[in-house]
């Protein structure tokens, strides 16, 4: 099959994020943690960077089709979900918070896309994507980035600062990574927050007598 390429960026995408996966459930013993962390991080930066070109030149050069409207989607979905599966493995420290954001993604995308796929085919609406749905795309996208290279920073600075100082340096917490807890927190709120705006703005369309 023949495809343009937005639809070529949309299906790179989707091949990225099983490569995230194996990547980042390896055990440390084959790729050690940090740079698990910083592979992953570019893994996942990759795809993101992807999902927002194949959009833009499908508007600019006027190259949007059928396959490009489904499986784009899904290939979001699927690099979002992907990699915070790979954070709740790879984390321990994060996964009571990564359980939580990983349900609230998980129910507000199949929500939302439930409500899509009803009023599209039962009243011929397109529901448009918002700025609090692309708020919340990058919010997400921020956040996850943030998860994989806090630690990394981390540990940089910490051998920078050990190599300045020419000895190891005592009381160094690995624990305190207050990015990655903000980014996560606002991505959260971005998410549910917008999935409420989608289905009451689309809640009066939803017949119970049909």
């Known amino acids: 099959m ?8 949309t299906v790179l995408r989707l091949c990225l994020v099983p490569v995230l996966l194996v990547v980042g459930m390896l055990p440390d013993s084959i790729i050690p943690f ?4 910083f592979i ?3 893994l996942f930066i990759g795809t993101a960077v992807t999902d927002m070109l194949d959009g833009k030149i499908a508007r600019r050069d006027n190259l949007i089709t059928d396959f490009g409207k489904f499986m784009d989607p899904i290939a979001d979905k ?7 599966f790979v954070i709740l493995h790879k984390f321990e420290n994060l996964r009571t918070i990564m359980i939580f954001v990983l349900l609230v993604v998980v129910f507000r995308e199949l929500a939302v896309t439930s409500m899509r796929l009803v009023v599209s085919t039962g009243q011929n609406i397109v529901v448009a994507a918002n700025m609090l749905g692309k708020i919340k795309t990058v919010s997400q996208i921020v956040a996850i ?11 940089v600075l910490y051998l920078v600062l050990e190599g300045i100082s020419g000895r190891p340096i005592y009381g160094w917490r690995t624990d305190i990574i207050p990015l990655t807890y903000l980014s996560l927190a606002f991505a959260a709120f971005m998410t549910v927050w917008s999935g409420l705006n989608y289905i009451k703005a689309y809640w009066k369309y939803l017949d119970p007598e049909k």
């Open 34 to 37: 940090y740079l698990s962390c």
């Open 145 to 155: 980035s943030t998860v994989f290279l806090e630690p990394v920073v981390q540990r």
């Open 78 to 84: 699927f690099m979002v979900i992907g990699a915070l």
């Open 2 to 9: 023949k495809m343009n390429l937005p639809n070529r960026l």
């Open 40 to 42: 992953c991080a570019v």
